[in-house]
């Protein structure tokens, strides 16, 4: 089992910045890369972002640029800084960990960036 815990989400205005943790617990041996996903409102779950256990990254092309993954392997914690942000960027930004046959999820925080 693994549990993932998101924090850092919160109203920005548009072209700030802001950084998501996501802390892993449990059997986190296990975990390869881990990820960000995104639900903006009425849409469906968007991915956002990988981290290979090699240390790749993996970027959606509307955030390409302007969000970089990384992680603290001593903290056992994943980041997703978020940079020059946009009204569009506005969603609950889900934390993941495919991990064997099932994928392991955080409860999501939110990032509203009004217009």
């Known amino acids: 089992q693994v549990q993932l815990v998101e924090s850092g989400g919160g109203l920005v205005q548009a072209g700030g910045s802001l950084r998501l943790s996501c802390v892993a617990s449990g059997s986190i041996f296990s975990i390869n890369y881990m990820g960000w996903y995104r639900q903006a409102p009425g849409k469906q779950r968007e991915w956002v972002a990988s981290l290979g256990s090699g240390g790749n990254t993996n970027y959606a092309d509307s955030v390409k640029g302007r969000f970089t993954i990384s992680r603290d392997n001593a903290k056992n914690t994943v980041y997703l800084q978020m940079s020059s942000l946009k009204p569009e960027d506005t969603a609950v930004y889900y934390c993941?960990?495919?991990?064997?046959?099932?994928?392991?999820w955080g409860q999501g925080t939110q990032v509203p960036v009004p217009s």
């Open positions: 993941y960990a495919p991990i064997r046959a099932k994928t392991y």
